[in-house]
């Protein structure tokens, strides 16, 4: 079935919430996409509860402030929901049962923030082979390359030590251009006969939390919103909800047949295609 190229504008009367992604559709990277804020803020005025959805390793909170300091109104959406944020309420429920007490944890993250396990019962060590998880929450590939993180990994992978993702992306805008993500570093670890437990886009939890956040609306009359085919539209499609690919983000530039083609290739539909975020 050929895409069908929209603007926000023409479907957005017909859905009740909306699940909106961060980077590749409001940011460009570091920075922002022109009149994004403005349209959020116009699609807010409509009175339907707007949550945006992240695959960002970083909690929500940090994630909401970058934002308002990009020019973002508070108040035109309701917060954000991190892939972070799902790994730390996940990993609460674990202690005691899937990980110890105490359980000394080996984290990739970066800008050395170490949200990822503030507030449990959990300790950092800069030991890998003295860690109980390996947790990759970022990637700094504007410092390290693969063949750093594979050194790390074999290291885990030969203790059989368990992984957790909180950032499923395997490509990241960053101001250098595309580089490769968290998600990329994760896959590795699988590639090294390692196990990984994934969080955020396209896998269950954070769209059952994200609903719940919302009020438990019908799952067909929310529109999730994203650049990525493989995490937005996939996990949007798996979710029940409508979905919008923006020819923005990790595949700007591409054209729709190409695009059509890489959807296809995933065994996704996105049910509007459209050429930005505006409103």
């Known amino acids: 079935m050929a895409f069908r190229e929209v603007a926000l504008t023409e479907v957005a009367a017909d859905f009740d919430a909306f699940l909106i992604d961060q980077f590749g559709v409001l940011l460009n990277g570091p920075g922002i996409y022109p009149g994004t804020p403005e349209s959020l803020s116009r699609l807010a005025a409509l009175g339907k509860p707007i949550l945006l959805l992240s695959n960002s390793g970083k909690r929500s909170g940090p994630n909401e402030q970058r934002l308002v300091d990009r020019g973002f109104a508070r108040e035109a959406f309701m917060g954000v929901l991190s892939s972070g944020e799902a790994a730390h309420f996940a990993l609460q429920e674990a202690i005691g049962n899937q990980l110890p007490v105490g359980a000394k944890v080996f984290l990739i993250a970066r800008d050395q ?43 885990a992978a030969k203790k059989h030590m368990p992984c957790w993702c909180s950032n499923p992306d395997q490509t990241m805008l960053t101001e250098a251009g595309k580089m490769f993500g968290a998600g990329r570093i994760a896959k590795l670890y699988e590639d090294l006969g390692g196990e990984v437990q994934w969080f955020g886009k396209p896998h269950p939890l954070i769209y059952d939390i994200a609903l719940k956040k919302l009020g438990g609306p019908s799952p067909s009359k929310v529109l999730c919103i994203g650049d990525s085919p493989q995490h937005d539209i996939r996990g949007g499609q798996d979710a029940g909800c409508a979905t919008a690919l923006v020819r923005t983000g990790i595949h700007e530039g591409t054209t729709i047949a190409d695009l059509q083609a890489i959807c296809e290739k995933q065994h996704v539909q996105p049910d509007f295609l459209l050429s930005r975020f505006t409103f």
């Open 113 to 155: 923030d170490r949200s990822a396990i503030e507030g449990l019962d959990l300790a950092l060590t800069d030991q890998i082979d003295a860690a109980d998880l390996l947790l990759i929450a970022a990637s700094e590939a504007e410092h390290h390359t693969l063949d750093y993180y594979e050194a790390l990994l074999k290291i």
